[in-house]
């Protein structure tokens, strides 16, 4: 089954500061979905790669693909401390599967 | 718009006890999803419909488990009888895409229930 692996598990960053976080596949990826989930609530999209290669961009948060389409990054550039949360990367594997890595929670200090 | 609906968003009960956890989906979307979230396991997937039909339900960890989806607008999941270690938060998600692998189509989650089964 597929399995994505994140990293790192957790992170505190100054604020203004960038920070990278990483997910890595065992299989070849065929769509690769960013999440933010706050504490007690659902997960909120945030962008969905498909091509190899692909990145994308929303405000300050930037995901990438890579060619080899197994591993992707999220971005963040001068964080806030309204991007504290746990960000999920998920994956669909063939038609009737889907599955989340573990998740990275990223703490933002003022 | 309204979004994913979950209830209730908290529920405390007895081992033993049956419990039903609620859902209705964004209107005119097509798929339904039912995730449980824990601490050990992370985010799984337990059953997918389709239509109102289910797809694949090899998620679910046990036959004390059961969803059904009546019509578009309404989902349930099951447990009977509960057991401590089904203590979780259980998300339910819906989104425009006929399958899984349509990459095109994100899935809306609602805001869970937090399961606790003393």
């Known amino acids: 089954s597929q399995e994505l692996e994140q990293s790192p598990q957790s992170l505190i960053v100054q604020e203004g500061k960038n920070l990278t976080i990483n997910c890595t596949s065992s299989k070849t990826l065929y769509g690769l979905y960013w999440y933010k989930q706050k504490y007690g609530e659902g997960l909120i999209f945030l962008m969905m790669l498909q091509k190899g290669g692909e990145e994308k961009s929303h405000e300050k948060i930037t995901a990438k693909l890579d060619e080899k389409k197994q591993q992707s990054s999220l971005h963040i550039t001068a964080s806030q401390p309204s991007h504290a949360g746990i960000y999920l990367c998920g994956a669909p594997e063939g038609n009737n599967k889907f599955y989340f890595g573990s998740g990275t929670k990223l703490n933002v200090k003022p | 718009d309204a979004g994913v609906i979950q209830s209730p968003r908290h529920e405390v009960t007895e081992m033993g006890q049956e419990v039903t956890l609620r859902c209705k989906p964004i209107?005119?979307?097509?798929?339904l999803f039912w995730y449980r979230q824990t601490m050990m396991r992370g985010l799984e997937l337990l059953i997918y419909?389709?239509?109102?039909?289910?797809?694949?339900d090899s998620g679910m960890p046990e036959d004390r488990f059961s969803a059904k989806m009546p019509n578009a607008s309404f989902s349930t999941l099951k447990i009977q009888p509960s057991e401590p270690r089904d203590s979780a938060v259980y998300f339910c998600?819906?989104?425009?895409?006929?399958?899984?692998?349509?990459?095109?189509?994100?899935?809306?989650f609602g805001d869970g229930t937090r399961l606790s089964i003393l």
């Open positions: 998600a819906s989104s425009l895409g006929s399958w899984l692998g349509d990459s095109n189509q994100p899935q809306h």
């Open positions: 209107s005119g979307h097509n798929s």
């Open positions: 419909f389709n239509n109102n039909v289910p797809i694949d």
